[in-house]
């Protein structure tokens, strides 16, 4: 079995993990083990993105009536978390492997040291042979902190270990044109090469109660992954020796083509949706440099500098009509940025009396906006 990945992400939705019932379905997670074991003996890196706490919760306290509230959905969670951590160390224990549990949430993912903590966790496991586990911290995370699912997390983590390709494995056996559970005529789409906003229309909401986001958060976290240069197979976790069939490359599936070019770490971090400090507003010689262009932002075509905020800070890209563009770190502060918009390059030393290069966000410390979902807010 020889492919050119070297780490993979695999995540493994509820309705994998209970198999379309009300709990843990013990046969398919060691199925799901003993080919994520297999891929590890040859000698792949294996990181397992899991969900099913508040799943695995529910079972173990015997489906107490409880509420839709996030106090007893983190119930749930925080019961369930250490139940499903138990199987999972003791399933890999069949094939002499451990796991390392890391509960993460988006505020973890945002913040450029933990972020960097994190990275660092996760890469000791993976040179330890033991197989990192990720949920999203649910017992802690509020709305404003949180990920928010685990589709989106598994992309964060496949950017946070620079995986070469991460396996979403749900329900179906991938993305069709229309949601299969509504319209059993759908048919399966095997590949997708851009995420256009026509793909992203045709992804419909989850199928079971205790999962979250259904195929749009799987086209999100499969956008996120493409533009990282990661590989995305979308596949059906009861699928025989589906894990491997995607490993080597036989045809499972939808699977998404990744960008050629891998982004490098510090844009990876970029794309992990860190809170923008200030709001740079661009005129439309500017919008069009940046977005279709490749090029630096320049200070002539800042109309406008909103939010304090020190040099290297990030900053959100708009345009006069408020439309975000892009991310990225200035190289000015905000009264810098104040004193020089619409100036040129060459002026920038004499209005300033010092000068930190001619552009104030470089290419290179620069994401551009995905297209994004209709209707969804940015
Ligand atoms: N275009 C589509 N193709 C496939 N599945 C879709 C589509 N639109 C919506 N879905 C729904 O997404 C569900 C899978 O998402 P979800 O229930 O969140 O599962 P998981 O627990 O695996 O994340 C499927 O059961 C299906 O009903
Ligand atoms: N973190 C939650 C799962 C959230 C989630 O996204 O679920 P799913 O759509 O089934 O992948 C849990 O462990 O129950």
Known sequence: MSTNYQ??????????LTGGSDRLNSA????????????????????????????????????????????DKQLLAAVGQTQLIQRWENLFQIYGLHVGQLLLTGADLRDRERYLNAQDTLNALLSHGIIPVVNENDAVAT??????????LSARAALLGQADLLVLLTDQDGLFDADPRSNPQAQLIERVDAITPQVLALAGGSGTHLGTGGMATKLQAAQLAQRAGIEVIIAAGGRDNVLLDAFAKRSVGTRVSAHANRL??????????PKARGKLILDSGAVNAISSQGRSLLAKGIIDCQGEFERGALVALHSETGELLAQGLSRYNANDITRIRGQHSQAIGERLGYDYGKVVVHRNDLVLQPVSLAGEQK
Not at 7 to 12: D, N
Not at 34 to 58: D, F, P, Y
Not at 264 to 273: F, T
């Open 143 to 152: 709305t404003e902190i949180k990920v928010g699912d685990n589709d989106n």
């Open 28 to 71: 398919r997670m060691v199925e799901l083990v003993r080919q994520m074991a297999v891929l590890r003996q040859a000698g792949t890196e294996v990181i397992l993105c899991t969900s099913g706490a508040m799943a695995a919760g529910r079972e173990h306290l015997g489906f107490p009536a409880l509420s839709d509230s996030m106090a």
């Open 264 to 273: 490098e770490s510090r844009k990876q971090w970029l794309l992990a949706g």
């Open 7 to 16: 780490r993979i992400v695999v995540k493994l939705g509820t309705s994998v």
